[in-house]
């Protein structure tokens, strides 16, 4: 864990939804600025509470420094590290995109302002991870940043941001894409009557202003695939480089693990590695005793004949007591029996286990606290 955090650059924190990604982003953040380097954490949704904690403002699209006495409060840290946070904002980072590729301002407010556009900028499947990973690539090419920790959607395609920057590349050599492009209304006429038709039985669908709209959206590209043909390239090459770090975070519960198996696979399938697996609220083991042998004794301990309704009491409460540890126990070793082949799957992985916390990590506090687990020498023991 602590390479990643100490020679990682980029580091990507991905998992199914509520497994704790958001959590372990802003720890491994706090913990690379507590380890002197300059790190930023780009969060997605994040809890209110943990918002605040971090100072996010959802208006603001441009990560902002944390003061140092809110992540070290006893000025332990290493000097020389910084620790600044901002929330993704999907829209808005398309709209910067837009502008940047644009020939001119005008051409950016006709995008901007083409209802087509303003419908699908937010709610395009995919533009939330494509958009982490063009803030991820605008963070990185500008440099101010050793470490830069991102955290992932909870969609259930969460992985889509490895294939966005593809899926955008095939949209522009798509032939639709293309024929749309084209600027005037004769080759348009040329496009062919199947084009034709296709756009007249759309429009009877969806209405002739919608698709007249969809025409202009594309139209208003013209000249722009180029900047996003080599936007997309260059996300690609940022998360296939060596200093690019992908942690895994999972829960114990079999869903979860199962989902995190097809992770790893899928991420293998990209030609990249998982380097560290995190596995978050996990349950603790509370001795080696077995589930059974602790039941026997809970059964026994009933059976004892005691005298007084106090001293009754007394053996029902501690059969209680051990019938409640042996459920602890069987848990404990059902999320381990879980984990055993997603261990295998991710190979050479580090691993380390956080267990579930009496309560939510919502501040600096919570999170020192989740980072001394996560980077204890016994972490991978639990
Ligand atoms: N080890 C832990 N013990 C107890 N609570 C935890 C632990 N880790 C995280 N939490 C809490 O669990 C909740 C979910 O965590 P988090 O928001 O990090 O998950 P996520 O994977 O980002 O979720 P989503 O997929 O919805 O974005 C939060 O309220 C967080 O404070
Ligand atoms: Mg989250």
Redesign the pocket.
Known sequence: MADVVETGHVVLCC?T????????AAVLATEGARRGRRAVVVT????KR?ANALGLDALANEPHEIHPSRWDPKGTAAPGGQLSAMMLDPKATFDALVTRHARDAAQAQRILGNTFYRNISSALSGTQEYMAMEKLHELHAEGGYDLIVV?TP?SRHALDFLDAPARLLRLLDNRVFRLLMVPTRTSLRMAGAAVQTFLRTTARVIGAEVVDDIVAFFRAFEGMEEGFRERAHRVQDVLARPETRFVL?TSPQRDAVEEAQFFATKIGAHGLTVAALVV??LHPRFGDEHAEGLRARAASLRELSVVGEEARAARDHLAAAYDNLADFNEIALRERRHLERLRVRVGQAAVAH????P????DFEALAE?AALLFAPDAADR
């Open positions: 998992g939804g509520g497994v704790g990604k958001t959590t372990t997605i949704d994040p809890a943990l955290d909870p975070v978050n609220r956080v267990p579930f916390l309560h939510d990590v919502h989740v």
